[in-house]
């Protein structure tokens, strides 16, 4: 079994940062590919940000280039989000992903990912 916890979020104002952390555990998770999605209430879920196995690959929603940047720490079994510039439309609850052993590249579609987190609330005030 595995576990994913997200932490980090929490109430910011616009234009502020904020990090949030996906920490992994359970059974080893080895050669997956990662991302972190996000969904607002009364919407579907909608894709963040992917990074690759290694980490050498990344992907951004449009929304988020060049503000949101995603990394991980295998030997920490822990993947971050840094997120600068927030927004009010940032606003959601934030969840990590983790693809099925052997998915090791990028993808942008929840279908893709097999593990979940319970997410955490990201608040942007205006």
């Known amino acids: 079994q595995v576990q994913l916890r997200e932490s980090g979020g929490g109430l910011v104002q616009a234009g502020d940062s904020l990090r949030l952390s996906c920490a992994v555990s359970?059974?080893?998770?080895?050669?997956?590919?990662m991302g972190w999605f996000r969904q607002v209430p009364g919407k579907d879920r909608e894709f963040v940000a992917t990074?690759?196995?290694?980490?050498?690959?990344?992907a951004y929603a449009d929304s988020v280039k060049g503000r949101f940047t995603i990394s991980r720490d295998n030997a920490q079994k822990t993947m971050y989000l840094q997120m600068n510039s927030l927004k009010p439309e940032d606003t959601a609850v934030y969840s990590c992903?983790?693809?099925?052993?052997?998915?090791?590249?990028?993808?942008?579609?929840?279908?893709?990912?097999?593990?979940w987190g319970q997410g955490t609330q990201v608040t942007v005030s205006s």
């Open positions: 992903a983790a693809a099925t052993p052997g998915r090791v590249g990028i993808n942008r579609y929840s279908d893709y990912y097999e593990y």
């Open positions: 359970g059974r080893t998770l080895s050669r997956s590919a």
């Open positions: 990074i690759s196995w290694i980490g050498s690959s990344t």
